[in-house]
């Protein structure tokens, strides 16, 4: 049996009266792909923001890596294990920093001292070349905006990458891409995955296993490969499954 | 089938600093009463397709065509005025998001009489059926109540239903959707499709559905036009798109993660310049 990566027991999570998570628990292997999937206001979000320490949880356990954290503080440690990559390329990126200065920031954070061949290497892993080093995001596409929020994830090599809906705001095409690159530094580095998408064909074709969440709880969790031979039982991963196969008439 | 709305050689550049950017590059197709799609990816020109046939190309622009004609009329000679009271009227156009499109500060029921006092001599009561009516259309469940409230009260599904019902107040005979349901969830993307696909059949009638999704145009037009860097590059019936021949549609298809299908890395979308020729 693999070790747990990340385990989540219980967690409960209240912004003043809406109850945004309600008594979520998950449990991520090591070296697995684990997928979230829901619509809007399920609270799959907000799950991997208390995991990353972006909203306080009320109650219930979070342990990561055999260590226990609780509220919104988050030690140096934590953050050299986990890593977040964020869905809106536009947004993630400061505006007045450049490509060089963004890298920059963990790296100097977290003591760093070799970071020029760091931040060399992080943009050739996600496929860019030092030509970009000293350019600023509005000067990037989507698609390579989305490559630097994933090169600076993975600057600090973390064990876990906590992924909220990182291509949504792209097109199809460049999905693809952002998608198999994310691919090869799991197999790489053996990273740890936890992905939020709406796309059930998305989580499908990235993750081991997936829980289908709704209203702040998790309806059901199973592996990919039951979605294909419809082996799961909520009246709900259907309506997704149906609406991820397209628009059909009558 | 007669022919609703003409286009031939289509161009829209924008001059900037740096020299012209040319968003359409010569784009020529005919609609009737049905449904055609425009796919593409960010930066192709599709949208700039749709604004331009709806007049909301940014002024500094230049658009040029061989022909650019409504039922008749001819849009690029058309005056200000003439072209004021075919938008909305006679071409209207759903926008992406309804949070950035429909007026923050006037209730909707407000904002759908207001495009109904725009193009007809209503009243406010008559106006105000005619809105509770379209909105029932959409199907909201409760209209007297949405009638009476803001936009930002409303769910992004619902927003997009009272944007709908706005523009089919008046009985467009050309409607454009760009990209109606890319900030819808996935679940309510196919209830606002059912709605939209039940509508312009009612009605007969003609759609542009703008959209980078070539599978969900796809399943919801009759034909389809794929563009690339500003020109159109396949044109062809839904049906036969898996038979589509062009590289770049057979891209656009296969990029796609599908449910049961084993594929990594996923196949990357090839572009090569020699088709923006």
């Known amino acids: 049996m693999t070790a747990t990566a990340l385990s989540v027991s219980d967690m409960v999570v209240t912004f003043d009266e809406f109850v945004a998570l309600n008594h979520v628990s998950l449990d991520v292997r090591e070296g697995e792909s684990f997928g979230i999937v829901g619509e809007s206001g399920s609270g799959k979000s907000t799950l991997l923001r208390a995991v990353a320490g972006l909203n306080v949880f009320e109650s219930g356990r979070l342990t990561v890596a055999g260590r226990s954290y609780s509220g919104a503080k988050r030690d140096r440690d934590f953050y050299r294990t986990v890593q977040m990559v964020f869905q809106d390329p536009y947004g993630s990126l400061h505006p007045r920093q450049t490509v060089d200065r963004l890298l920059l920031e963990p790296l100097a954070i977290h003591g760093f001292t070799d970071v020029d061949v760091r931040i060399a290497r992080a943009l050739d892993e996600v496929g860019l070349g030092s030509g970009f080093r000293f350019r600023y995001s509005h000067q990037l596409s989507g698609g390579q905006r989305q490559r630097i929020a994933i090169a600076r994830a993975l600057i600090l090599e973390p064990k876990i990458l906590l992924l909220d809906e990182p291509t949504s705001a792209l097109d199809a095409s460049i999905q693809a891409e952002i998608l198999n690159l994310l691919e090869q530094a799991r197999r790489e580095r053996g990273l740890t995955f936890v992905m939020v998408s709406h796309d059930l064909g998305v989580i499908s074709h990235m993750c081991d296993r997936l829980a289908v969440m709704r209203k702040g709880e998790v309806v059901e969790t199973f592996a990919a490969d039951a979605l294909e031979k419809r082996e799961f039982s909520a009246d709900y991963t259907r309506q997704l499954l149906v609406a991820s196969e397209g628009f059909r008439r009558g | ?277």
């Open chain 2, 1 to 277: 089938m007669s022919t609703l709305l003409t286009v031939d050689d289509l161009k829209v550049s924008f001059p900037t600093r740096t020299g012209e950017i040319n968003a359409v590059r010569g784009v020529s197709f005919t609609l009737g009463r049905e449904r055609l799609g425009i796919v593409g990816e960010s930066g192709s020109g599709k949208s700039q397709t749709g604004r331009a046939i709806m007049g909301l190309t940014p002024g500094h622009a230049k658009i040029t065509a061989k022909t650019l004609n409504f039922d008749g009329i001819d849009l690029l000679h058309a005056s200000p005025r003439q072209r004021r009271d075919l938008r909305g009227k006679r071409i209207a156009m759903i926008l992406q998001d309804p949070k950035y499109s429909l007026n923050p500060v006037m209730t909707i029921g407000r904002q759908i009489i207001e495009t109904l006092q725009t193009h007809e001599k209503v009243s406010w009561k008559q106006g105000r059926q005619r809105a509770l009516d379209m909105l029932e259309a959409v199907q909201i469940r409760d209209p007297e109540r949405v009638f009476d409230l803001y936009p930002h009260e409303v769910s992004g599904g619902m927003g997009q239903r009272v944007m709908i019902a706005m523009m089919l107040v008046c009985g467009p005979e050309l409607l454009i959707a760009d990209e109606p349901t890319s900030a819808l969830d996935v679940t309510v993307q196919l209830d606002v499709l059912g709605i939209l696909d039940k509508l312009v059949a009612e009605r007969g009638m003609g759609l542009i559905f703008v959209s980078h999704d070539l599978r969900l145009v796809s399943s919801f037009c009759d034909r389809v036009i794929v563009m690339y860097a500003g020109r159109i590059v396949e044109e062809l019936p839904s049906a036969d798109l898996a038979s589509a021949k062009h590289p770049y549609t057979q891209g656009l298809l296969n990029c796609l993660p599908r449910i049961g299908s084993d594929r990594h890395p996923l196949p990357v979308l090839e572009r090569k310049a020699e088709w923006a020729q």
